[in-house]
């Protein structure tokens, strides 16, 4: 059973590889167990047609503005904050980290409703913005706010992971040859933490293009595709969301396929 | 030309290093030698400005560096642990060193120059994990070159590196020092390293400087018991104080002179100490003693015999080969009384004030 490696006690592969194997069909049989069904219910369904009518279309286009947007937005603040707190220890800093959690915590129809008690119509933000011509409610702008709350905290916590694994010495010897820090965070830690960056940013982004609850709350029109997808629950029952489902899951499937491919790329 | 003056840090309460003093001079190899946790890696960060001093300053040719960042030292930096960039080829790592000095990221003369010098000129194109432990370590040493700074810093750079890669690699860090000429600072915990590489050592004790001079001085005349222990095997002997004005010990029907005032009384215990070279197996020597051999160590061309006198005095002798003896065999030992030393006060008193005298042999 046990075989001498190395000077360390190394257990044979065998029945640790059965064991895990059959773990791991079981998760995967269950993940996979609802797509088969669904899909049964799709060859009821003409998935070309449903996606030619204009609802279902402006629905997908509304989807693939928003969630890029909030993406990007969580990634350009999210990645520094990510640094920040896996490099830095400052007053407050446990506090802060407990705040880049919380969104997940939050059910997102309450994380709706705390948005729209911060920005609503009739807040003193919201009238603020909405009296410039920027509605921040039942708008686009009102979508990407809601997505980013949601989902902004994946690429937060999944980079600070990456960042930690940086060792510092390499950040130590970047200055030491005499790059000042941001050169030495986009030359050095950047790149050695890409895949955790990337990771982040897939995760927000399929939280994002996927988020129903808070987006219906905060802005319930323009409809985005899990917005539609609902509407279409209501009048249709199950089947009539296959079309509108089956375009969501193969955009975020492209997209992480997409995110991936870049993620191997060579930096230089 | 590199100034620590009054260095110290602290870790909260800990103390890391404590009013440190140390001058390293134009070209000169210096060792910062000390046991794991008295404080040299912590120096040498400070030095490179990764570390912020509690107080004191840090100057290099009398410019104060003490809050310069650490792009603006002009310090080589190699590290404990390997510090290549995974994503960068060799030849790519050495390059990014000269990016923010002359923005020659492409004088590739000058990076072949470098890669020579450390004897990877055939391993450019190659990245850090095709490369083995000693390669990584070339590379480091020739990416800290590259600049040419004004100071090149070692942290444990042999650390984790198998026991003639080490030899090898001392050799070549010497002989890397004597082709640059790069004034150096080298930290570590090994006192062969230290002997063989150094200009001078500074011996840190619990973040202390416990001593600075040349290896042979330290070696030889080492200015307290810490530097002594700690730069090689010593024997002890258990000798009487006969009188106090001079100090004068007896042992072994020998009587030693040492200079220094001490709080001894006649008829207190007074250790005696000597270096492994000055004992040797057989009698021609001044001065004889009869002991029984209790351990034999052998490490191939040489051996080391444990021998242990009636009253107590242990010694290290260290013969050539392997000897006939074993543990339990009565040998007479020579001991060259030249060799023979004490400590006068507290271990810590400084190198000037007290240190290690030269023992004199009285009259008998």
Redo the contacts between chains.
Sequence with gaps: MFERSGGELVRKPRSSTAVFGLLSVLLVAYLLFPFLAFLRWSRQASIGSALAEPATRTAIENSLLTAPVATAIAAVFGVPLAYVLARHSFPGKSLVEGLVVLPLVLPPVVAGAMLLTGIGRFTTVGVFFASRGIPLTSSLVGVVLAQLFVAAPFVVITARAGFDAV?R??E??????????V?TFW??SL??ARKAVLAGIVLTFARAVGEFGAVMMVANNPRTMPTQIWVEFIKGGPTATVPLAVALLVTSLLVIMLTRFVGRL??E | MLDIRHLTKRYGDERAVEELSLSVAEGEFLTILGPSGSGKSTTLLAIAGHVAATSGAIALDGEDLTHTPPEKRSLGVVFQQDALFEHMTARENIAYALGPHDGEWDDEERVDRFLSLVGMAGHAGKYPDQLSGGQRRRIELARALVYEPDVLLLDEPLTGLDRTLREEMRGEISRIHDETDVTTVYVTHDQTEALTLSDRIAVLDGGELAAVGTPRRLYERPPNRFVATFLGSLSTFPGTVVDTDPLVVEWAGHRFELDGATAAAVGDRFRLYCRPEAVAVGGSAAITVDGEAIDLTHSGDRSTIAVRTADGGQFEVPVGGFPAVEAGDQLTLGIDPGGVFGFVGERRCPARACGAVPMHRSEP
Excluded: I, W
């Design positions: 060792d010495r390499l130590q010897a970047s200055r030491s040859m005499g790059y000042g820090p050169r030359n050095v790149p050695l060579p930096t």
